[in-house]
């Protein structure tokens, strides 16, 4: 099977402003994809923006999915033969609900869309509703992707519902600011390593009413070592993958002797709290 070249793109975006921050997004598409990269994730509200102070001060940078700017990268993934995670605000006309959304667009157009489920008390996730449509992997032609949306990685029944529906690569747009260092350096390697997954957790920078946003993304392989990391810097992450890899959920250290396997091992008939409803 062909190996997949993927990339992250760490930028920094402006707050309500959105043909600065698409025309970026190009750019660093093109610049991807002429290093032969083959899907590239962009920061979670990598569109928008993120502090937001209301929903009515959100709701105007909204758009559907397909909508006015998905359709433009989807001319420039078309072109370039190439697949794209844009984080974004989606907006529901039918009942005004605001959803922190990443798109995913590939050389046909929009492929999928994911809303985010779990919602912090922190920038415009005050103000959105959460998300409604199931876990699902998105198979691009030889790597299967499943997407979350930075808080969703510190719950790890996301990551695992994802393994469990065939995901090769979990990836996270992010918007982590200061104070979630310690969330770079355990959870992303966590999440990789207990399901046995390549994990690319992709943040931004820059300042947004007060908030510093840390860059730090990192790209890891199935033992959560890394792949590729970036600093607090505007720069775009590589890393090559062998699809096969996390498929082969048997790690043998000694044959007979020591092997272990995440997957065959589970004990879900054990795990009733863990879907117990909220007291």
């Not at 959105?128 to 299967?144: A, C, Q, S």
């Not at 996270?172 to 399901?195: C, D, F, H, M, Q």
């Not at 890393?239 to 396997?261: C, H, M, Q, S």
Request: glycine share 10%; charged share 25%; net charge neutral.
């Amino acid at each position: 099977m062909q190996n997949w070249k993927i990339a992250g793109a760490q930028l920094d975006c402006r707050l309500a402003d959105k043909p600065h921050n698409l025309e970026r997004m190009r750019q660093l598409l093109g610049q991807a994809a002429g290093a032969g990269a083959r899907l590239i994730v962009f920061p979670e509200c990598a569109l928008t923006g993120y502090c937001f102070e209301s929903k009515d001060e959100a709701c105007p940078f909204g758009e559907t999915v397909p909508g006015p700017s998905t359709e433009i990268l989807a001319q420039d993934c078309r072109r370039l033969d190439v697949w794209a995670v844009v984080g974004m605000l989606e907006t529901r006309s039918a009942d005004g609900a605001l959803f922190n959304a990443a798109a995913l667009i590939g050389p046909h157009g929009v492929a999928g869309v994911y809303r985010k489920i779990h919602l912090p008390f922190l920038g415009v996730d005050r103000f959105t509703t959460p998300g409604d449509l199931p876990f699902r992997v998105h198979d691009l032609g030889g790597l299967k992707l499943g997407i979350t949306i930075c808080y969703d990685g510190s719950f790890p029944e996301a990551s695992r519902c994802l393994m469990l529906l065939g995901a090769d690569l979990v990836v996270l747009p992010t918007n982590w600011p200061t104070g979630a260092a310690s969330t770079v350096k355990y959870l992303i390697p966590a999440r990789a390593l207990e399901n046995h997954i390549y994990y690319m957790a992709v943040n931004r920078i820059g300042q947004e009413r007060g908030f510093t946003f840390i860059g730090q993304s990192r790209i890891v392989d199935c033992n959560g070592e890394l792949l590729d990391q970036a600093g607090d810097e505007e720069r775009i992450l590589y890393a090559d993958l062998d699809p096969e890899r996390p498929r082969n959920k048997t790690i043998v250290k000694i044959p007979g002797k020591y092997e272990l396997d995440r997957i065959a091992h589970r004990r879900p008939e054990m795990y009733g709290p863990i879907v117990a409803p909220k007291s």
